[in-house]
Every structure is written in C-alpha cells, then in structure tokens.
C-alpha cells in the first residue's frame, strides 16, 4: 500500500559454532545485521559437562552437547549477563538468536566437573535437579539396528551414552519448558532441538505445547531428526507438532547438493520436494553443518570449506533457490584428514581451555578467513555467500525459478522473476553470454564480485537492456547475481 515503508525480509539465518557471546554480540553489529542475515544459531548456552581431553582432543567441541543443568551462568561461550547482552543487541539490529536445545539426556560419563566448576553424578544432577527417576531406566544403549526396527528404543535407550531424560515425565518436562521460556522471556526467538529424533513425538509435543502455551509470541522451532530411508522414526511423524508449525533440518539437501556438485550441476534444474524433501514450508536447508562436516552424525558426503571455491558456489545455489529456509555454516578449521583427534578438536583456545575468539583483542575486524588449524573460517564472511543472503531477501516474494538456462553439463543460470538472476559457472573456464533476465532495465552491481557501498558497486557492473537481457560474463569456478536491492551507478 502506498505511504508504507517496505521493509525488505530476512530469510537466512547462520550457525556460530563455538562462537562467544561477546564476540556474536559484535558481529550482528559489524556484519549479520547489516547483510540481513535474520537469526544466529548460538552453541548450547546451559552449563555442560567440562572435558579436558576427549577422543584425543584437547576442549573438544562436543562437551556442549553434555548438559549438566539449565543454568547459563557459565557456558564456554560466556555468562549469563553476556548472553543477554548479546539476545538484546542482536536483536536491536534485527537479528534473532536460536538456541541449540539440549533435552533429550544430560552428560554421557560417571561423573565430572561441569563448566561453571559444579560437580554431577550419573543420574545426579543437583543443579536441576534430576535424580535416578527422572531417566529412563532400565538403561539401554541404542544399537545401530534399533535405527531401522524399534522406535520405543531410539527415543528410550541412550543415544551415545548420554544419560536419556525421562521425557515423558511431567516433572521433567516442567524443567525442559521452564529453561526454553527462560530463554524466550530473554528475547531467544527460536530453539533447534538437538537429537529430536531421540524423544518420542508424544513427549516433544507436550514440551513445546508447554512451552508455547506460557509465551506471547510463539518461538521458531525446528527438529533435529535426521531422515534415513528404512529408519522406524521418520521426521513426517514430527511435522503436527507445535500446531504444524515446526520445521525439520533436511539432511536430504546437502547431500543432493555434494552429489551434483559431483557430478553435473545443471541435473539441479529439478530439485526439490520431488527429490524426497520434506515439503518447502518445513524444511531447513544446509550445505554442511557441525557433524556432516567433520562425520559425525552417520557421516554421508557433504560439502564443506575445505571445497574451495566451490563451497561458495553450492551456497550462493543454495540461497538462490526456492527452497525452505536456508541456514549457513559458519566454522573454525580443523584438518580434515579424517582421524578422531581432528574431528573432536574444539575452537581457538587459551591454555586453560577458554575461547580464543575472532574478536578478541580489541580489533575493529574479527580474525577470520585464516584456514590454519586453530582459525576461525568465517564463511558468512566470504563475499559470495554474505550477500547472497541479501539477494534471497530481496527475491523472496517471487518463489519461483524462471529463465533457467544450463549447458548441459556445469553451468547453470535462473531468475528470480523481476527480483534477481543468478549465473552459475562450475567450470574451468570462462563463461560470456547474453542471458535472458526477467528484471527491468537499468544498471545492476554484481554482487559475487563486490559490494554496493554508498550507491557504487565495487564489482562488475551487470547492463539489463528493455526486455530483460543482459551479457554477463563469470570467471571459471565464480558466479555472478544481480538482484534488484542492489543497483548501482544511479545514486
Ligand atoms: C561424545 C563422544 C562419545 C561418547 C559420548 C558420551 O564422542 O564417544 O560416547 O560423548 O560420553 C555430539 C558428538 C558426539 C558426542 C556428543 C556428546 O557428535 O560424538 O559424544 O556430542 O558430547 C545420531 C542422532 C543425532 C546426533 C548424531 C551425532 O540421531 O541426533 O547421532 N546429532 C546431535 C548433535 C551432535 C551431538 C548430539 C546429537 C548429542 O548434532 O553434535 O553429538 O547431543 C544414523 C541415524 C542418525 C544418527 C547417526 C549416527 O545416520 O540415522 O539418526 O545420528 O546414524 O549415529
Ligand atoms: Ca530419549
């Protein structure tokens, strides 16, 4: 309607992993708020299980998947007061924060010292408290057949060892929903519920009816439940929970992705729900994510950093095509010559274990982009994939793909309607053509190769003729988008 600011959306959000408050705190500020990321994923803020030396790491990352209470007065990644302090200036910039939800089990082990330097038992949790009856008992572990033939033990026996909550208890339950409101009443926006898959829908539905129930405004939520074809748990029997509103992380994505980027790109002209996805509406979208890209989590091929050039390019499809709400990976480098030792290891650290992060220092720019051991990669940063978030916000209102163009083989080209167009060039050589865009006429900056800075684009500029055409000319493993946020030259 006229006389109505047209506020442009923000539909991709971005896992932090490991990240410190203080740190995520200056980046939605620098960097996420600015490119119109809409949400952070944080690591598990609640107290966790202290691992020194685990699998061969040293502070491997995984500790923060052994909760020990639902305190946030000291995680690895900073304190309460930090983690406010951050909900409170993220959002300020219109960039929410989403919890990884820990619920399924507490920590694996006998006993240990946590975090916040409190002591736990097996099945003693005092902080909470949880004692022996608030687990599942008798206690079992889960097989890797139990996958394919009994549900009743994937969401009762231990996942990995991990001491498995009595999620259908009310008490426990009472704990589960006061830590998530805690956290919404906080300005949390959404909850990622870790091994979702691991807690019987019945249960989980009850937690977040609960949890709903005492809140204004309903979080976001979305399910870790890893699809596998033959598996007696299925993310379809999750899709009713939270009045149908949750969403699943779809696994399916990125390994379709990986086997394209294998092979020819241009077999990406079909993709979607008709591939086996969850429907569009459900589904989260990922290339990789902290266990694909180190093989936790059933391993599978999926693409990561350590791709190169054309990790970026699988983003910037990603993030061009109308597909579920799509989630970058953001991660610190490790070596991926495959040994335990390397896929444990945890973030940049100090000597006594604590976070060395990329804000540290004082610098006006975060340590990032160095892909040694002990680096953080930030690959929000990289310019493809940063604003090609910027793209798919201003392209979200035409969900749909027209003027696909490939070769046949791994060089591919789509529009947006009159929103955006993006090239694809997965080959070793250059790409020069007219391409027939469905944007109206005018200058575009190319926004692979630079950004729009006061009205000038650093990058190529990108001539749409009347009618829609344009030539466009992308170097050999590059790309180029256009979108209609980012015109350039006239202003
Ligand atoms: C660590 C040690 C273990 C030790 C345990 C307890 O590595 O050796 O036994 O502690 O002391 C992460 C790490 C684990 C780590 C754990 C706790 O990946 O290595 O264990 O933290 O510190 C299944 C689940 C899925 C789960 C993956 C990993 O269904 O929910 O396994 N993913 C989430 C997180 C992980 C996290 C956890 C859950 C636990 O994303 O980061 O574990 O909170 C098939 C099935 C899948 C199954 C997969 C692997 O593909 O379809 O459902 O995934 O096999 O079993
Ligand atoms: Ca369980």
Redesign the pocket.
Known sequence: CAGHAQTTPRTAFVHLLEWKWTDIAKECEAHLGPKGFAAVQVSPPNEHNWVSV??GAPFPW??R??PVSYSLDRSRSGTRAEFVNMVQRCNAVGVGIYVDA?I??M???NGGTSSAGNGWGHHSYPRVPYGSNDFHQPVCGIGDAD?RSDAGRVWGCE????QDLNTGSPYVQGKIADYLVDLANIGVKGFRV??A??ISPGDLGAIISAVNGRLATKPYWYL?V?Q?DG?AVQPNQYFGLGDGLVNVLEFKYGSSVASKFSGRISELKTFGESWGLSPSSKGVAFIDN??KQRG???GGTYMTYHWGAQYDLANVFMLAWPYGYPQVMSSYAFNNSGTLYDS?YGPPYNSDGSTKGPWDGGVTTPACLNQTRGGWVCEHRFRPIANMVGFRNATAANWTVNNWWDNGNNQIAFGRGDKGFVVINKEASTLSRSFQTGLPAGQYCDVIGGDVVNGVCGGNLVTVASGGMANITVAAFSAAAIHVNAKSGST
């Open positions: 685990g699998d995984w500790m998947y052994q820990v399924n089990h920590s694996g082990g996958y996942l990995s060892g991990l870790d091994a898959k691991h870790e890893i596998a598996e902290h266990d936790h989590g059933g444990s």
